[in-house]
């Protein structure tokens, strides 16, 4: 099911929000080439919201613990972060990002 | 009696499910509203900083290093000049290495993840701690600041143990300790607390580091041994006895007589004024609250970061003698009381205390 996430203009360039849908977390990403991602909105260490982190190199790094991501893969990169990032496809259309949730 | 009160603090003990079950466990710290683009700005990473700091932190243990051991060769009276130059190696080494095992281990030091891992490598050495068991002691001690059962870190307990505390000025108990470890990790075993936070994926780093250290430590005696002199150990292993009193000067401020389980880092945590100086060999970790709160800001933006966010901090402590005029009569008095605990005023109109609740 795809949702309407937010406009595109919301997610600066080389940065990160974060949406709620039906009580779930979501972190949408926006490249510096302007090409929009969404994760999981949590830490898949400990719960923590990864909208608060740092996006930098195309990796989020989490506020709480710095475990960081790559947010186009979800791939974990390293202690404390073990456990891969789960990923949603993106799409915009007329200046909205949808993603698909399951 | 006061045997009993330390179980508490043993990590694979009852307690730390008892603060599971009070909910004080990976809970929602207060943090302050500090709006996202000014928070963007604060946690930009950069190399410049640390690589200047670094430069001159190994620049003045060549320095000193070199002083000393011209001095130790020379004999004499020139002898006694080994002192002053040993004295800043060692401090360097042993007090320093601390602050920088810390800032590198966090990774926000540098930009560059080899320049934080290299320097956390060398670090990690110097203070004799493995780097991945203390990668994980340092997380969890971020998830739960002094949770009684479940930080691995606190250095002052209730009632605190003065002796150890005292010795370890010298790192003589902590060195000590480091050996057994070495050993014990280097055989490939775990305590049971490093159990607790250390996940099997990770262990054999442990082993492997272990295993390396240990082999420069015997190989640094085995010199000692051949030479018959103590000069190599003055540069390896020794300044974590003769220079690590520094570390633990500016490491009592942190957490010392503080509230323990709550959700707030205003009420366990200090924020000290510190010189340039010290700022230097402790790398601005006197910024303490705003470090637990915001711990992705590098340290050279703290103070920007205090002032950000001031207005919803208890006032800071206005230097290191100040905070030990209140925290040393505080630990005495925990030694009788253990439910006393140093419990700041906030100013007019900042969020009140978010405590959590008592595990017992």
């Known amino acids: 099911m795809w949702i309407a996430a937010c406009k595109a203009e919301d997610v600066d360039a080389d940065d990160v929000i974060g949406i709620r849908h039906d009580g779930v977390d979501y972190a949408i990403f926006r490249s510096p080439e302007d090409e929009y991602y969404a994760t999981a909105g949590h830490c898949t260490h400990e719960r923590e919201l990864l909208c608060d982190g740092l996006v930098m190199d195309g990796e989020i790094e989490c506020p709480k613990h710095l475990g960081r991501f790559n947010y186009a893969s979800g791939a974990a990169q390293g202690a404390p972060v073990l456990v891969d990032l789960r990923t949603y496809p993106t799409r915009v259309e007329d200046g909205v990002v949808y993603l698909e949730v399951s | 009696m006061g045997r009993d009160r330390l179980a508490r603090y043993d990590l694979a003990g009852q307690e730390g499910a008892l603060a599971e079950e009070a909910g004080l466990t990976s809970g929602q710290w207060f943090r302050s509203d500090v709006p996202r683009k000014r928070m963007k700005e604060l946690m930009r990473r950069s190399d410049q900083p640390a690589i200047r700091d670094t430069a001159i932190w190994l620049g003045l243990m060549v320095v000193g290093g070199g002083l000393g051991a011209a001095c130790w060769i020379a004999g004499g009276l ?13 401090v360097l080494y042993g007090s320093s290495g601390d602050s920088r095992w810390h800032e590198s281990g966090h990774g926000t030091a540098f930009r560059t993840r080899w320049m934080s891992n290299a320097v956390y490598q060398i670090a990690s050495f110097m203070m004799m701690r493995d780097p991945t068991v203390w990668r994980w002691s340092h997380t969890r001690h971020h998830t739960d600041t002094l949770i009684v059962g479940r930080d691995p870190e606190i250095q002052v307990m209730r009632p605190a143990r003065l002796a150890k505390l005292l010795a370890n000025f010298f790192g003589l108990v902590d060195v000590p300790f480091a050996f057994r470890d070495l050993a014990r990790h280097a055989a490939g075993r775990l305590k049971a607390d490093e159990a607790t936070f250390i996940p099997p994926t990770e262990r054999p780093k442990v082993y492997r580091t272990a ?39 500016y490491g009592l401020t942190q957490h010392a007589g503080m509230g323990e389980n709550v959700l707030d880092h205003r009420l366990n945590t200090r924020t000290v004024k510190m010189c340039r100086v010290n700022r230097f060999l402790y790398w601005n970790m006197n910024y303490h609250v705003e470090h637990h709160m915001f711990p992705m800001i590098p340290y050279h933006r703290l103070p920007e970061l205090h002032e950000e966010i001031k207005h919803d901090l208890a006032p800071v402590y206005p230097s290191i003698w100040a905070a030990y005029r209140e925290l040393v009569p505080a630990v005495l008095r925990q030694l009788k009381d253990q439910s006393y605990y140093v419990r700041r005023e906030l100013p007019e109109g900042a969020p009140a205390f978010h405590e959590g609740q008592p595990a017992r």
């Open chain 2, 78 to 90: 020139w002898g006694w000049l080994a002192v002053p130059g040993f004295l800043v190696y060692g």
């Open chain 2, 211 to 249: 295993r390396i250290s240990l082999g420069i430590y015997l190989a640094t005696g085995a010199v000692c041994v051949l030479t018959g002199s103590l000069l190599p150990l003055m540069f390896i292993g020794g300044p974590r006895i003769y220079g690590t009193f520094m570390h633990i000067v």
